[in-house]
């Protein structure tokens, strides 16, 4: 557990590392301030328990980005910044919101399993539920990002652009 509330995004990948704009390579750099000071130690997990709003601070796509590219799946807090959570969800990563009490026991636990389908975060204490939103729930499911739901919508949209764009009514899809 990164037993730490008001966690910023540079702390997460300081500014200095910000210098590409591709999604890889920034896994290293996690935390670069306290695991070089010694800290924090990072372990490979796919889930990471943290503090209270956790991603807060400036709106860096590469917070999530780094999270991902070290290998963690799924972050487990009793909240999150508003901007990091929605980068979280476009790239896959699953956020995760449990109270205090259960974000603090699936970490004492050491060991937990997230359906998102289910949305229920399993651990050697029990079950608890998590919401979240349906359209986001789609689209980690389904492993979609923004381009994937717009590619989805292609035929629609090549109908369109080849009626001139007329003015036909809503263009309905399915998901």
Known sequence: MLDRADVDTDQIIPKQFLKRVERSGFGEFLFYD???SGEIELETNPILVTGPNFGCG???E???WALQDFGFEAIVAPSFGDIFYV???KIGLLPVI???AHSRAVAEAGEARIDADDQTVTFSGGVVEFEIDPDIKHRLLHGLDEIGLTLRREAAIANFESSGGADRGPV???L
Request: charged letters at 20%; one cysteine or more.
């Open 172 to 174: 309905t899809t399915a």
């Open 58 to 60: 400036s709106s860096r």
């Open 98 to 100: 449990l109270d205090e």
């Open 34 to 36: 306290w695991v070089r």
């Open 87 to 89: 980068n979280c969800t």
């Open 62 to 64: 590469h917070a999530a």
